[in-house]
């Protein structure tokens, strides 16, 4: 009966999907676990409990967060819900104005911020401009591309067959314009149209043959043309599905009845879209051509401009990119959601994008080898946690990538390329994730809870949801403020100590004990998990045999309480430093190697040989884990 002992130094590949409980072989295997939840993985390799999330302010309703950053010193949260957008400075509501995106619309949104200005387009609503002036002062405006001498140097296109002719009554002042079948429909008032390169704008809708129009530039003349075209952006025709900037350019991916098509605004000038003679400073437009349908789902500066639609992803070069030099070329076949925007992420110079198709999350980086682009999936040990993500964000301070899932979970990946580290795990709560922005260094979510929609931050030295703090110059028993969490069952810390659970009654809780701090919010349960052991040996492998644990160290860093089950249900484990396992005073946090004695045969070649499970609200670091057991007995 040969005794071994196996070390767990690392968590790094993270949670493994069940499928994987067959390949023992794997060195992810080996670095991996069965289930790791509400937890953060340490790029070094530990884990640690994660924060808990503060409470900031009630929401009107399920929408989007996005980070509007001004400068280091001003940084605000833009909170967009149904037809209204809240800014929020250091958690301070400081404005609410009206906006035209309904909820439905909110996940089709995409954004991109020009100094004091958020320019956010959405195919079926015209593209708006928010600008800053002070914490209190936000509009909401149209776009308003450059107008010169009478004519607007915005996108054309011709959107009716190329033999339809285009015959105009005279040259200047009100004409009427005829064309060769029909063209016409109410909603043209107000479009502007070119004929031979030059200018009109429709005034009156007469039939689907005839309009009037109010001449901007001289006509070249009366004779009936084929050369003509109506504005791309429009009420008729839709609006911009995606933007961005690259090389100083403003960049627009799509529309809603032109979705191939990638326009490129004059070099220094955002919204002039004049093509001109083909200048190298001059706008371009061009159309995505392939064997597959290539609606543009978002464009990306990144080391090229990268285009990603719905059946693939592109790259367009160009060192500057001119009308003269830019090319276009196809990198891989992935495609991206149609249904939903969710924004790539820039980690480390690889751009994360969410697929179009399956539990997937993929790495878009350029191979200098190939000097092509490849779409690694980072989540092939992990696609059990993905369910459709719709929001996703990188907090580079704490090396985590946030994946928002349409269950309500929420997903976080360590990701440390120069380590190999990519390691996945899930964070749960008592109700629904729907958003996360990282706004400055401060992590925010927007989550549906019974009491209503919250904003919350996720806070160091933290340990519930939807939290808050308080301190009394004086001990006292009655803490108020609580209104969000009418009804709900909270945990408390009380000067540090764990408190028995409350029910918040009309916003207030009463301790059994008078205390001057307190933490009081919604509990969360830490778990961890290992997988089955697989352990190689002279005789072959251990996976499927019988395997009796001996005993269990468990190497931590700064824990409070640790809850373990070796097969016998949980326990808590006491540490000699506590003096007391109930806790009835603060604890102090303990450091250094636990060893827990196990007992019984594991006949089970799927059953984990040990679990942490615990919804104390106090902290927990695991390091590493030592295991000593006997095999095949």
């Known amino acids: ?151 607007i140097y915005q996108p054309h296109h011709k959107f009716a067959d190329d033999d339809i002719t285009m015959t105009p009554s005279a040259t200047t002042g009100t004409i009427t314009l005829t064309a060769s079948v029909d063209v016409f429909v109410a909603g043209h008032v107000g479009v502007r149209f070119r004929l031979e390169n030059k200018e009109v704008e429709i005034t009156t809708y007469t039939s689907a043959t005839q309009a009037q129009a109010l001449v901007k530039e001289t006509l070249v003349s009366t004779a009936v043309t084929k050369d003509w075209e109506e504005q791309s952006f429009s009420s008729i025709r839709g609006w911009p599905a995606s933007l961005n900037f690259h090389q100083d350019r403003m ?20 919204f002039n879209f004049d093509l001109g003679t083909g200048l190298d400073d001059e706008a371009i437009e061009f159309a995505i051509l392939s064997d597959q349908v290539n609606a543009i789902r978002a464009v990306f500066s990144g080391r ?38 969710v924004p790539p992420r820039d980690v480390d110079g690889a751009t994360l994008f ?30 059990h946690l993905i369910d459709a993500p719709v929001d996703q964000d990188f907090d580079s301070t704490k090396r985590l990538l946030f994946m928002v899932m349409a269950n309500g979970d929420m997903a976080t990946v360590t990701i440390f390329r120069s380590e190999q580290v990519t390691a996945w795990s899930l964070q749960q709560t008592a109700g629904a994730f729907l958003s996360f922005a990282v706004v400055g260094n401060t992590p925010y979510v927007l989550v549906s809870r019974a009491g209503g929609v919250f904003i919350e931050t996720l806070e160091e030295g933290l340990n519930v949801d939807s939290g808050l703090t308080g301190t009394n110059a004086t001990p006292q ?34 301790l059994n004990e008078p205390a001057l701090a307190v933490e009081i919010g919604l509990p969360f349960t830490h778990t961890v998990e290992p997988l089955p052991a697989a352990i190689q040996t002279a005789r072959g492998s251990s996976q499927g045999g019988r395997i009796r644990p001996v005993s269990i160290t468990l190497r931590l860093l ?32 303990f450091t250094g190697d636990k060893t827990v004695r196990a007992l019984g045969w594991r006949k089970d070649g799927t059953e984990p040989l040990w679990r942490i499970e615990q919804s104390t609200p106090l902290p927990f670091t695991l390091l590493s884990v030592t295991t000593e057991i006997n095999i095949n007995g």
């Open 251 to 270: 960049v627009i991916g799509g529309s809603r009845d032109l979705p191939n098509r990638l326009w490129l605004s004059k070099s220094a000038d955002l």
């Open 1 to 151: 009966m040969p005794r071994l002992t196996t070390h767990k130094n690392s968590f790094t590949s993270g949670e493994i999907s069940p499928r994987l409980l067959g390949r023992g072989d794997l060195s992810a295997y080996e670095n991996g676990a069965a289930k790791l939840r509400n937890v953060f993985i340490q790029p070094t390799g530990g884990v640690n409990r994660r924060q808990g999330f503060r409470y900031t302010d009630t929401a009107k309703g399920q929408g989007r967060l996005v980070a509007f950053e001004f400068n280091t010193e001003q940084v605000y949260l833009l909170v967009f819900t149904d037809l209204f957008v809240d800014a929020y400075r250091d958690g301070v509501k400081v404005a609410s104005f009206a906006t035209p995106w309904t909820e439905a619309q909110i996940k089709q949104l995409v954004w991109v911020q020009s100094a004091d200005t958020l320019l956010v387009v959405h195919p079926d609503i015209a593209p708006k401009k928010i600008t800053r002036t002070s914490d209190s002062n936000w509009t909401v405006t149209d776009w308003s591309f450059i107008e010169k001498d009478g004519r």
């Open 354 to 383: 969410v697929p179009r198709n399956g539990p997937e999350l993929r790495e878009f980086l350029f191979a200098d080898v190939e000097q092509a682009y490849q779409a690694t999936d980072l989540a092939t040990l992990a696609q």
């Open 304 to 341: 090229h401009l990268q285009v990603f639609t719905s059946g693939a992803e592109w790259m367009v070069t160009g060192d500057p990119l001119t009308p003269g030099n830019l090319q276009l070329r196809r990198q891989t076949r992935i495609g991206s959601p149609t249904d939903r925007t």
């Open 558 to 589: 700064d824990t409070a309480v640790l809850r373990l089950d070796t097969g016998r249900g949980f326990t808590e484990v006491p540490f000699k430093t506590f003096g007391n396992a109930l806790l009835d005073q603060a604890p102090q946090l």
């Open 477 to 510: 028993s009655t803490w108020t403020g609580l209104d969000h969490l009418e009804g709900e069952t909270v945990a408390v810390l009380a000067d540090g100590a764990e408190h028995a659970n409350l029910i918040v009654s009309g916003g207030t809780v009463t």
